[in-house]
């Protein structure tokens, strides 16, 4: 079936993270992002596309930081807490009873609860439509111990994609030949 070109977004399961910034005063904010991608491998490069009024793009612009924390399926019914719009300077992370953790590189907060962290420095940004395409220089990447076999463990990491609105998918593991 043909489709109407602004559902494109439905076609692709994208990977959920959930991305963590604190204000200049230090106090955090949590959002979910499904818009995002890795860019470069040197320097090591990830990038999420927000929308220009969040909160998020806001403390990216004026701290030049932020945390990727990636997240599996027990974290999917607090997506909906995440995604409130609450006044700037209330933290989605308390909201949603998670626990936040200092990060080793930037002030920007992890989530515990994730089972991987990108903490990232604003590299670069621009207008791109109706979104800021935000790209984050990698400062230091880390995974639980046991989310990891020389890649993802998807079967225990159980990584979140988005498809909309409340449709979500979770990846089974596959490896295939390569020549
Ligand atoms: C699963 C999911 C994925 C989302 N992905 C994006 C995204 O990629 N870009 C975006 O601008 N908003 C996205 N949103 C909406 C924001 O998370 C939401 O508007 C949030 O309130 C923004 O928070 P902030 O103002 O604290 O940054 C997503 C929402 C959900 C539930």
Redesign the pocket.
Known sequence: MEMDPVNFYKLCARC?VV?STASPRGIS????????MPVSFSPPIFA????P?????RNIRETGEFVVNFVGEELGDK??I?????PYEVS?IEKAGLTEMPSRKVRAPRIAEAYAWLECRLYDARELGD?VLIAGEVLLAEVRDECYDRVVDVARAKPLL?IS?AY?GIPLARKFKRA
Not at 53 to 57: A, L, P, S, V
Request: glycine share 4%; net charge negative.
């Open positions: 959920c991305v904010n949590a959002a979910p992002f499904s818009f995002n999420i596309a927000s929308q009024t969040h909160d998020t793009w997506i909906h995440l995604e409130r719009d609450f989605e979104h988005h609105g979500f």
